[in-house]
Structure formats: structure tokens, C-alpha cells
């Protein structure tokens, strides 16, 4: 579990609250928050023709649903039709909504699946699907909402933006898998490796791509820097003619010239040089001070380094959960990592509001009146 201080978890619903509100009155708290949409006046996902009613008991039964009004359909449909997260049940088998909506809280606050199974004595499979189904959920939104974000600025206002990459996990291939030239060599370990941006002051500009890294050995300690092949279309698409100026590591790949970016760099590497005819260990260099020369002739003063996207990766993979089914390749992995990623969009915010608007998004075309 994630460490974290009790005053400094946001949230505008409360456990207890969920737990004891009645049938109607953990819908109404679940629209209110648009963790629910509301179907009322929307068209029949039956028939297409229709429109539904308010909300209504269903006749012999404890449920709500909506009605649809025309006359050859007629049909009840549940407040959680299609819904993304929740799910309605009937018998024994179901879980009730005040059950999943607090099952939801605690996963928002980065509780444990196991404890949060202890916790509200609903099954573990029903938590793992409510689990992969918000990851997908951010995932969708993420893809979506990264092609929107806009790095730099104008020619009189220049960005600072950090860039790195980070190896997350590996796996050895098979010998079907293996090209012949990596197989003569020895190679046959594959990485989980991405490369991230962002701009210095705004942590919603995190970008994420998913790097194509070298095979190596089995006794590699990792896949190396971000090749050019890999950082050039990354480039080209997000920094050029931005005004923006690039810090890095001293990776060989970064120093690719780029219209519109200036770059700098520092040595995360101690080196042995050697001083007054003794070598000695010089010490990595993590910040310092650079003055560079823009097009137009201004000097622009800035720091180098990359503390910012170094901290993100860290927030990133402390949010990781590791598996049979989250490894290298998978879809259950980037699903995590890009999870982990709107987290970070969204670090200072209530995210359980912040779930509410991703739900929203996600049944925006669904809840369209025709």
C-alpha cells in the first residue's frame, strides 16, 4: 500500500456515508457526483426510439429503473446500464451499489484489492474487474486526452521541458522469438521500457510513449538510454518549433538538433578522470546552472537537470502491481502505467470528483438526446 498521511487524502464521500445510505439515496449521492448518468429523457438503448422515463420502482421488485415510453418496447432500463464501473446484479450472486461505490473509495486512495476485499466482504473477483475496468477507463481517456496537450509556448516565452525514459520490467523470449543475429550474440532479454515529457510547472502536460528497446543479454543491468529511433519521432511531434528548452541526461540520442528547442544536459554518471596526475571519482552531476543563446539573440538563464520527470516515474511505479498479467508486452501493463498517469494529472485533485468527470466522458455519447 501506498503511504500516505490522512489529512492529506481529498475525497467528498465518506465510507460510512455509502454504507448505510439507502437504495434511492446512494443513486441520487451518485449522480450528484456524475458517477451515475442519468438516463431520464435519453433514448431507449433497446429500441433506438423511445425516450425513458424518470427515475421508477420497478413493478414487484426493490430495483429503480427507467421506463422507456414507446408503446411496442416498454422496457425497464437500469440506472447502470452500461456503466463502465458499476454493475447490477440480481440474487445472491450481486453486489449491492452502497458495497462497490465504497469498494471504489478505497481504491481511489491506493487500498490494497486483499484489504479492500476484508474490508467491505465482497468478492475478490468482482474487486479485480471493478480494478480493470477503471484502468482501462483511464487508459481510454488518457489516449484521448494526450492529444490535446500542447508543450511550449510563443517565441518572447520559452518552456523549460524535462525528458527521460524508465525500464519498468523484462522477460526472457523464447528461441522462436529471437532474430538469428540476437541469437549468435546471446541476446534474448526483452524490456518494458517507455519515455515520458513534461513541461516544468504543469504536471498535466505529462506525455507518455512506449519505447521499441534493444534485446540484450541475460546479465544486462538494462536496456540503455532511449535510442534515436525511438526519441526522434517523439520529437518531431511534441517539441518542434515549440520554443521550448529540453533538459536531459547526457544520453547521445537527445542531442538531435530540432528547430524551435535548445537543449541541455546533465551526467547522472560519476566519472573517473584523472587531477593532478591521480585519478579520482568525480561525482554525478544532478543540477546546475546554463545560460542559453535563443534564435532571436536573447539569453535565457534556466537549470538543468531532470528532478521533475525523475519524481514522476516514481509516482508511477509505486502505483504499479506486477503479475502474471501485467508484464512485458501486455496491455494489462500500459493499462497500469497509464492509469498511473492520470493520477498524476491529477495528484492535487479529488479523485473521486475526477472519477465522476471520467465517467461522465465515457457515457456522454451514450446518454445523447435524439
Given at each position: 500500500?501506498?503511504?500516505?498521511?490522512?489529512?492529506?487524502?481529498?475525497?467528498?464521500?465518506?465510507?460510512?456515508?455509502?454504507?448505510?445510505?439507502?437504495?434511492?439515496?446512494?443513486?441520487?449521492?451518485?449522480?450528484?457526483?456524475?458517477?451515475?448518468?442519468?438516463?431520464?429523457?435519453?433514448?431507449?438503448?433497446?429500441?433506438?426510439?423511445?425516450?425513458?422515463?424518470?427515475?421508477?420502482?420497478?413493478?414487484?421488485?426493490?430495483?429503480?429503473?427507467?421506463?422507456?415510453?414507446?408503446?411496442?418496447?416498454?422496457?425497464?432500463?437500469?440506472?447502470?446500464?452500461?456503466?463502465?464501473?458499476?454493475?447490477?446484479?440480481?440474487?445472491?450472486?450481486?453486489?449491492?451499489?452502497?458495497?462497490?461505490?465504497?469498494?471504489?473509495?478505497?481504491?481511489?486512495?491506493?487500498?490494497?484489492?486483499?484489504?479492500?476485499?476484508?474490508?467491505?466482504?465482497?468478492?475478490?473477483?468482482?474487486?479485480?474487474?471493478?480494478?480493470?475496468?477503471?484502468?482501462?477507463?483511464?487508459?481510454?481517456?488518457?489516449?484521448?486526452?494526450?492529444?490535446?496537450?500542447?508543450?511550449?509556448?510563443?517565441?518572447?516565452?520559452?518552456?523549460?521541458?524535462?525528458?527521460?525514459?524508465?525500464?519498468?520490467?523484462?522477460?526472457?523470449?523464447?528461441?522462436?522469438?529471437?532474430?538469428?543475429?540476437d541469437a549468435s550474440k546471446g541476446k534474448k532479454v526483452q524490456?518494458?521500457?517507455?519515455?515520458?515529457?513534461?513541461?516544468?510547472?504543469?504536471?498535466?502536460?505529462?506525455?507518455?510513449?512506449?519505447?521499441?528497446?534493444?534485446?540484450?543479454?541475460?546479465?544486462?543491468?538494462?536496456?540503455?538510454?532511449?535510442?534515436?529511433?525511438?526519441?526522434?519521432?517523439?520529437?518531431?511531434?511534441?517539441?518542434?518549433?515549440?520554443?521550448?528548452?529540453?533538459?536531459?541526461?547526457?544520453?547521445?540520442?537527445?542531442?538531435?538538433?530540432?528547430?524551435?528547442?535548445?537543449?541541455?544536459?546533465?551526467?547522472?554518471?560519476?566519472?573517473?578522470?584523472?587531477?593532478?596526475?591521480?585519478?579520482?571519482?568525480?561525482?554525478?552531476?544532478?543540477?546546475?546552472?546554463?545560460?542559453?543563446?535563443?534564435?532571436?539573440?536573447?539569453?535565457?538563464?534556466?537549470?538543468?537537470?531532470?528532478?521533475?520527470?525523475?519524481?514522476?516515474?516514481?509516482?508511477?511505479?509505486?502505483?504499479?502491481?506486477?503479475?502474471?498479467?501485467?508484464?512485458?508486452?501486455?496491455?494489462?501493463?500500459?493499462?497500469?502505467?497509464?492509469?498511473?498517469?492520470?493520477?498524476?494529472?491529477?495528484?492535487?485533485?479529488?479523485?473521486?470528483?475526477?472519477?465522476?468527470?471520467?465517467?461522465?466522458?465515457?457515457?456522454?455519447?451514450?446518454?445523447?438526446?435524439?
Amino acid at each position: 500500500m501506498i503511504a500516505k498521511r490522512p489529512a492529506s487524502v481529498k475525497t467528498s464521500a465518506w465510507n460510512k456515508e455509502i454504507l448505510t445510505a439507502t437504495d434511492r439515496g446512494i443513486l441520487d449521492m451518485l449522480r450528484k457526483d456524475k458517477l451515475i448518468g442519468d438516463w431520464s429523457e435519453a433514448t431507449c438503448p433497446r429500441c433506438n426510439v423511445g425516450k425513458l422515463g424518470g427515475l421508477i420502482t420497478r413493478p414487484n421488485s426493490e430495483y429503480f429503473a427507467h421506463r422507456c415510453n414507446r408503446k411496442n418496447c416498454q422496457c425497464y432500463v437500469s440506472p447502470l446500464q452500461l456503466h463502465p464501473l458499476f454493475t447490477q446484479t440480481m440474487g445472491q450472486q450481486g453486489v449491492s451499489l452502497q458495497k462497490q461505490a465504497a469498494a471504489l473509495l478505497l481504491r481511489l486512495v491506493n487500498v490494497p484489492l486483499a484489504d479492500i476485499h476484508l474490508l467491505t466482504n465482497v468478492n475478490h473477483k468482482a474487486l479485480e474487474k471493478l480494478n480493470k475496468n477503471l484502468l482501462y477507463l483511464r487508459k481510454g481517456y488518457v489516449h484521448e486526452t494526450e492529444k490535446s496537450i500542447r508543450f511550449g509556448g510563443s517565441t518572447r516565452s520559452w518552456k523549460d521541458v524535462e525528458v527521460d525514459e524508465a525500464t519498468f520490467d523484462k522477460k526472457t523470449l523464447e528461441a522462436g522469438q529471437i532474430s538469428e543475429a540476437d541469437a549468435s550474440k546471446g541476446k534474448k532479454v526483452q524490456w518494458e521500457q517507455w519515455g515520458g515529457l513534461v513541461q516544468r510547472g504543469d504536471p498535466k502536460t505529462l506525455v507518455l510513449a512506449r519505447l521499441n528497446p534493444a534485446i540484450t543479454v541475460p546479465r544486462a543491468p538494462g536496456p540503455g538510454a532511449m535510442r534515436k529511433t525511438d526519441w526522434k519521432p517523439l520529437a518531431t511531434k511534441w517539441l518542434k518549433n515549440r520554443s521550448v528548452v529540453l533538459h536531459s541526461d547526457s544520453a547521445r540520442s537527445y542531442k538531435m538538433k530540432v528547430p524551435g528547442m535548445v537543449h541541455d544536459s546533465v551526467v547522472h554518471k560519476k566519472k573517473r578522470v584523472k587531477l593532478n596526475g591521480k585519478w579520482v571519482w568525480k561525482p554525478p552531476t544532478y543540477v546546475r546552472t546554463t545560460t542559453h543563446k535563443l534564435p532571436g539573440g536573447r539569453k535565457l538563464k534556466t537549470k538543468a537537470g531532470t528532478q521533475i520527470v525523475d519524481r514522476a516515474w516514481r509516482f508511477i511505479k509505486d502505483r504499479l502491481r506486477r503479475n502474471q498479467a501485467a508484464k512485458t508486452g501486455s496491455t494489462m501493463l500500459a493499462a497500469q502505467i497509464r492509469s498511473a498517469q492520470y493520477e498524476y494529472w491529477h495528484r492535487k485533485d479529488d479523485l473521486w470528483l475526477c472519477t465522476g468527470e471520467l465517467v461522465a466522458w465515457y457515457m456522454k455519447d451514450l446518454l445523447a438526446i435524439k
